[in-house]
């Protein structure tokens, strides 16, 4: 139901966007969220999104280069990165749920990740 893309290498100092797209309408009333899951470790939150769009919001690492927004009439989050770094590098997942959160567990819906390798 959450279908995620946008994954691929990138060199340090570079932007990327991931995409998000839900195939069911009513996700436009959800809220939505990224997570990265580095190798050995638990899935962390990146950014969220309320459903009308209007709050957002940024794990500290990521704050200042990544912008989460998203396009209820395609049903559709993103996720434009820049100034990434090697240590962005993680699979990425999109998620959702009717109130979503900075925890993980908070999220029901769940993509396939997306692998960004931030090369140095």
């Known amino acids: 139901q959450l279908q995620a893309c946008g994954g691929g290498l990138v060199q340090a100092g570079g932007s990327l966007r991931f995409s998000c797209a839900a195939s069911?309408?009513?996700?436009?009333?959800?809220?939505m969220g990224w997570f990265r899951q580095h190798p050995g470790k638990e899935r962390e939150f990146v950014a969220s999104?309320?459903?009308?769009?209007?709050?957002?919001y940024y794990a500290d690492s990521v704050k200042g280069r990544f912008t989460i927004s998203r396009d209820n009439a395609n049903s559709t989050i993103y996720l434009q990165m820049n100034s990434l770094k090697p240590e962005d590098t993680a699979v990425y997942y999109c998620?959702?749920?009717?109130?979503?959160?900075?925890?993980?567990?908070?999220?029901?819906?769940w993509g396939h990740g997306t692998k960004l390798t931030v090369s140095s």
């Open positions: 069911a309408p009513y996700f436009r009333r959800y809220d």
């Open positions: 999104v309320s459903w009308r769009g209007g709050s957002t």
């Open positions: 998620a959702a749920d009717l109130t979503g959160g900075r925890q993980a567990r908070g999220y029901k819906y």
